[in-house]
């Protein structure tokens, strides 16, 4: 077990390094230790809803309710999963058992047809030293392993590549690559699910396979643990994107955008294939709305293993508020508006709230405008919640898979959005909240705004200092690399959004090259890119990321976070938890 620690990550979480960095079969030793420790903390009181998430020799750990370093029986499962992983067999991945992958049907072998045409399969060559048919020969003959899942929904990191294929990420990413398009890179190949940004090596494009389907189960095509063989065909056409194309897993939809989609309110299609209802009794109609502006509830923990991020409200906080507010549960669906303005019209009778302020009863036609506030993001929460159809369990906007939300994109303006009955979204406070709407009811005018002095809480956040537990990666750092953080001044970029927020400022040391292996990631953690730049990770995180992390923000610092605006000026402060790494000898 020469090199496995575990370390706390984040509130209730653990990190766990297997030690396997270089192993040759490190996938069937990981999966090994995972399916350990999933069957010993699903037998464990208090701790059986808790996700492993598997990384390349890592493992992740989130859902824990206590201090980890307070907790014996989460290091005694640590001690079992690590001495799994040493204990099994040297062996190829196709002989891990269906057990060890978290897919409950076990693992498959998948045939995928590629047409090699990709743009870089000239310059893949001459960089192996080999002809284009020999890359295409070695790429076609080796049996791959999903080792884990991340970068995108649908996206399978698959280990066992020729070692002749094995190259560095290219210097220079694209800033689109085509959906569908086959790739290698750093000992990995892929497939791109959907037209994405990406610095993999282009050989060719895969023909006729959804990668990931929301409304399929379980909607992620590839599990860990499934095998993978590449198929040449000479030719198949260039699909447009969002056309669509008969698949392999006869599924009909090829790799496609989601297209626009304006709910009505009058009626809406279950996902889960039940007749069509009555939507709502009232809906609103967005007559301008900012960039970005999406509907999001409570979110979608416990998927991180399907290789989906939480996504939710980037401020709970507020959300919570606002939806209490008029009577809803606090993660009811609400539309969270970001670094701007919005007006809405109500379609029959709504009662809104404006980040908690007291509700108010807009009669139909009424408008109301909610102003940018000293916030960076308010949150606009309607009695009933945003009934949007649920996807996966939720109903929050995941852009990066066309999930959730309003057709799986931001909101603009002239979309409609059908309002849930009282039943929908009901929270302690609801009949308390209706007494208020029903005592704050004013004469109808043809627009009203919502002022920033009636919210809970202001911006008070500028200039905050907020408090951080250290990363798992601090060894990967030069010494004083926190203290650097922690005595460093920094402002909120402009170059943010709901996946992360850049930090300018005081540059954190860096040394090395960057993680040579992709390693899971969690809200509110901060990545360091090689100058040394902090990035501070959102909801709509990818599932793995290569920069290391060396600290982790909290849910209440996430919030305050999530308040801050472009510009704001931002300092750290350190929280040793209570077991920063424990070496398992």
């Known amino acids: 077990m020469s090199g496995a620690r575990w370390r706390a990550y984040g509130e209730g979480g653990i990190y ?3 030690g396997l960095e270089e192993a040759r079969d490190r996938a069937a030793r990981t999966h090994a230790a995972a399916a350990v420790l999933r069957e010993t903390l699903r037998e464990t009181p208090g701790k059986h809803a808790a996700e492993v998430v598997v990384g390349a020799g890592v493992l992740v750990v989130v859902g824990l309710e206590a201090e980890v370093g307070e907790d014996d029986s989460v290091a005694r499962a640590v001690a079992a999963a690590v001495q ?7 062996m190829p991945m196709p002989m891990v058992q269906a057990a060890q992958a978290p897919r409950e049907s076990g693992t498959r072998l998948h045939t995928l047809q590629v047409v090699y045409d990709g743009p870089d399969l000239a310059e893949v060559a001459a960089a192996a030293g080999m002809s284009e048919e020999e890359v295409i ?19 399978a990191y698959c ?27 750093g000992g990995f190949t892929g497939i791109y699910p959907r037209t994405s940004p990406g610095g993999w090596w282009l050989l060719g494009r895969a023909v006729g396979v959804t990668l990931f389907d929301a409304d399929r189960e379980p909607p992620t095509l590839l599990a860990p643990g499934d095998r993978m063989r590449f198929v040449r065909v000479a030719s198949a056409p260039v699909t447009a994107l969002g056309a669509r194309q008969e698949g392999l897993t006869g599924q ?7 297209p626009a989609v304006e709910a009505q309110a009058g009626e809406m299609q279950a ?10 009794l009232g809906a609103i109609i967005l007559l301008s709305a900012p960039p970005g502006a999406t509907v999001q509830d409570g979110g979608r923990p416990g998927q991180l293993a399907r290789g989906l991020p939480p996504s939710g409200p980037l401020d709970a906080e507020t959300h919570g508020a606002a939806n209490a507010a008029v009577g809803n549960a606090r993660d009811a669906a609400a539309i969270e508006i970001p670094l701007g303005s919005m007006e809405m019209q109500a379609i029959g009778e709504v009662v809104v709230s404006v980040d908690g302020a007291p509700a108010v009863r807009l009669a139909d036609g009424e408008r109301l405008q909610v102003p940018a506030g000293p916030a960076a993001v308010r949150y606009l929460a309607v009695r009933g919640g945003v009934d949007v159809a649920v996807q996966l369990g939720a109903r929050a906007t995941l852009a990066a898979a066309g999930l959730g939300g309003l057709g799986g994109r931001p909101l603009r303006r002239g979309d409609r959005l059908p309002v849930g009955g009282a039943e929908e979204g009901a929270g302690e406070g609801n009949a308390r909240a209706q007494e208020e709407a029903q005592e704050g009811t004013q004469e109808s005018a043809p627009a009203r705004g919502a002022e920033d002095g009636g919210s809970v809480r202001r911006s008070d956040d500028a200039g905050a200092v907020l408090v951080v537990t250290p990363g798992p990666h601090v060894d990967r750092f030069p010494e004083g690399a926190l203290d650097a953080l922690c005595a460093g001044v920094f402002r909120v970029s402009r170059l943010g959004d709901r996946v992360g927020v850049r930090l300018e400022g005081t540059r954190v040391p860096r040394v090395g090259p960057d993680l040579a292996l992709p390693s899971p990631m969690i ?4 990545q360091v890119t090689t100058d040394g730049t902090p990035i501070v990770l959102g909801p709509d995180h990818p599932v793995t990321g290569g920069y290391p992390v060396l600290a982790v923000l909290g849910r209440t610092e996430q919030a305050r976070f999530a308040r801050m605006r472009p510009g704001n000026e931002v300092r750290f402060a350190l929280k040793v938890s209570v077991s920063m790494a424990v070496l398992l000898a």
């Open 252 to 258: 009909t939809d090829g790799v496609t955008e989601t």
């Open 16 to 18: 766990v390094d297997l």
């Open 137 to 155: 020969a070695r790429h076609t003959g080796a049996e791959v392993v999903v080792e884990l899942l991340g970068f995108l929904p649908g996206f």
């Open 159 to 185: 280990s066992g590549v020729d070692p002749r294929l094995v190259l560095p990420r290219r210097s220079s990413p694209r800033k689109a690559v085509p959906a569908g398009s086959v790739a290698v890179a």
């Open 523 to 526: 809200r509110g953690a901060m």
């Open 271 to 280: 996902q889960d294939g039940r007749a069509q209802r009555p939507a709502a």
């Open 84 to 90: 799994a992983a040493w204990a099994t067999p040297a």
